[in-house]
T-cell receptor, first 112, second 111 residues
Framework: GENVEQHPSTLSVQEGDSAVIKCTYS??????FPWYKQELGKRPQLIID?????GEKKDQRIAVTLNKTAKHFSLHITETQPEDSAVYFC???????????FGAGTRLTVKP | NAGVTQTPKFQVLKTGQSMTLQCAQD?????MYWYRQDPGMGLRLIYY???????DKGEVPNGYNVSRLNKREFSLRLESAAPSQTSVYFC??????????FGPGTRLTVL
C-alpha cells in the first residue's frame, strides 16, 4: 500500500518568514494530495489539495507543489502569522479512492 | 447543519470491556471513515464505508468492527478493548471532491 513520509516533524519560524513542509509518497499511481491543518484540540481541516495533472496550486499565502517524477510534494506558507501555528498533515491517495494515507504530521510554531 | 458529529467525546475503559463509538453526518455524503490518531503517527485509517451497505478494511483494522447503519451513521465497535487502543478516534465523511470532513474526535483511554 501507499506510504507517506513527512518532514520535518517540528518547525519553528519567526512571524513573517516562510515555512516549507515536504512529503514523499511511494505509490506512483497516487494522484490526489491534500493538506490538512489541525489546531490544538480541534479536528483536521482541509486547507489545500492538488491533483497530479497540475504541478502547482496557490491559495493566497498557501501553495502546494508536486513533483510526480520524484514522488514528492510540498506545502509552502508565506508571510506566516501566529494563527498559522498548528499541526499540518499531508496525505496521498487515488482520486475518489477511499484509502487515504497520511503523513505523521509537522508541528509548526510561528513566533510573534 | 451540524456536519459530522461523534459520541462520546471522552471514554475510559478497562481492558477487556467493549464499547461502540457513534458517528453521524448530515451532509448526504456517501463515504464515511474511521481513523485513529496517535502521537507521532498521524491519522491511520481503520475502516471505511464507500456507500450504505458496504464496509472495507483500512490500514489498521485489527481489534475493531464497524457498521454502516444507514447513509448518515457509521459506528465503530471495540469488542475487547486493549491498552494499545488508547487513542483519539476521528470519524470523517467525503463528498465527491475527496475533501474529508472530520468529526470532533473521541478521546479513548484503555486502562
Amino acid at each position: 500500500g501507499e506510504n507517506v513520509e513527512q518532514h520535518p516533524s517540528t518547525l519553528s519560524v519567526q512571524e513573517g518568514d516562510s515555512a516549507v513542509i515536504k512529503c514523499t509518497y511511494s505509490d506512483s499511481a497516487s494522484n490526489y494530495f491534500p493538506w490538512y491543518k489541525q489546531e490544538l484540540g480541534k479536528r483536521p481541516q482541509l486547507i489545500i489539495d492538488i491533483r497530479s495533472n497540475v504541478g502547482e496550486k496557490k491559495d493566497q499565502r498557501i501553495a502546494v507543489t508536486l513533483n510526480k517524477t520524484a514522488k514528492h510534494f510540498s506545502l509552502h506558507i508565506t508571510e506566516t502569522q501566529p494563527e498559522d501555528s498548528a499541526v499540518y498533515f499531508c496525505a496521498a491517495s487515488l482520486y475518489n479512492n477511499n484509502d487515504m494515507r497520511f503523513g505523521a504530521g509537522t508541528r509548526l510554531t510561528v513566533k510573534p | 447543519n451540524a456536519g459530522v458529529t461523534q459520541t462520546p467525546k471522552f471514554q475510559v475503559l478497562k481492558t477487556g470491556q467493549s464499547m461502540t463509538l457513534q458517528c453521524a453526518q448530515d451532509m448526504n455524503h456517501n463515504s464515511m471513515y474511521w481513523y485513529r490518531q496517535d502521537p507521532g503517527m498521524g491519522l491511520r485509517l481503520i475502516y471505511y464505508s464507500a456507500s450504505e451497505g458496504t464496509t472495507d478494511k483500512g490500514e489498521v483494522p485489527n481489534g475493531y468492527n464497524v457498521s454502516r447503519l444507514n447513509k448518515r451513521e457509521f459506528s465503530l465497535r471495540l469488542e475487547s478493548a486493549a491498552p494499545s487502543q488508547t487513542s483519539v478516534y476521528f470519524c470523517a465523511s467525503t463528498r465527491v471532491r475527496n475533501e474529508q470532513f472530520f468529526g470532533p474526535g473521541t478521546r479513548l483511554t484503555v486502562l
